[in-house]
């Protein structure tokens, strides 16, 4: 429990850090507000269209008395935006951090400036970091498409599908957003999408108390776009504490394990000082 405090705390944290420097706060807006956009048309579109979707997919109920015929296809169309809000919410993150690269790396890096301490940077251009950005994203929502899927299963079960899979849900919501976020410092400390799983993994309630508000914030509307930058300071911050400042890392950061260093930059080891 003590961890889950911990990881809401940080969130807290990252809201406070941007109010103390609007600047950075404003900057960080930017990225948000394009995905925002993009995100609600999707959204709208999906809301006029799921009932429409799931009489296709259910021919075999044309037939059906009332009230089943309603029953079931009112439930699968709950179901339906539900999953694609689900989708929404773990993607709006990978989509808005793709986005913002640039944005979310200078402010990654303000917010270790100002704690003091090293200042990590990746030394790859900017090209390759949102090659390697949007492959670990892709890898990330490969992930979260497949829990995805088996949560719409189980949702059917009567009680079941009602009550512990909606917060099992949220959790699986929490730990990914939390994991795209770090990302922003984590890659740039040379860490692979793997190592970060594995560090994550190791602090799971840490991680959960700091994904899971996250993304039930997130649900609310044009609060994501808000609450981005913060999260972004939050998780930098989070990151720093997972992170030992003297630790050395392999700058490259890419995830690869093939020794080819050709394309990338010489590994660099974080001040000591």
């Known amino acids: 429990m003590r961890d889950l405090g911990a990881g809401f705390g940080y969130l807290i944290k990252g809201q406070r850090w941007v109010g103390r420097h609007g600047r950075w706060f404003g900057f960080g807006l930017l990225p948000g507000l394009v995905t925002l956009v993009l995100y609600a048309g999707a959204l709208v579109g999906l809301g006029h269209g799921a009932d429409d979707l799931v009489d296709w997919a259910t021919p075999f109920a044309d037939d059906w008395s009332s009230p089943w015929l309603g029953l079931l296809r009112n439930t699968l169309t709950v179901l339906v935006f539900g999953l694609g809000l689900f989708l929404a919410v773990i993607t709006f993150t990978a989509v808005t951090l793709l986005v913002g690269q640039p944005f979310y790396e200078s402010l990654s890096e303000q917010v270790d400036r100002t704690e003091g301490g ?89 991680t959960l108390g700091f994904g899971v508000p996250l993304g039930l914030a997130f649900l609310v509307p044009f609060v994501a776009v808000f609450l981005m930058p913060g999260a972004v300071a939050g998780a930098t911050l989070l990151a720093r504490d997972l992170v030992p400042a003297d630790e050395d890392r392999d700058g490259d950061g890419d995830g690869d394990d093939d020794g080819d260093q050709d394309d990338a930059p010489a590994p660099y080891t974080l001040d000591k000082d």
């Open 118 to 206: 090293a200042v990590p940077e990746s030394g790859l251009p900017l090209w390759r970091e949102l090659w390697i950005s949007a492959r670990d994203s892709v890898r990330i929502l490969v992930r979260v498409g497949l829990y995805s899927l088996l949560l719409f299963a189980l949702g059917f079960v009567p009680v079941i599908g009602q009550t512990v899979v909606p917060v099992i849900g949220f959790c699986v919501t929490g730990y990914f957003l939390a994991e795209e976020l770090t990302a922003v410092a984590l890659q740039r400390r040379g860490m692979a999408l793997k190592d970060r799983l594995a560090l994550l993994r190791g602090r799971r309630m840490l």
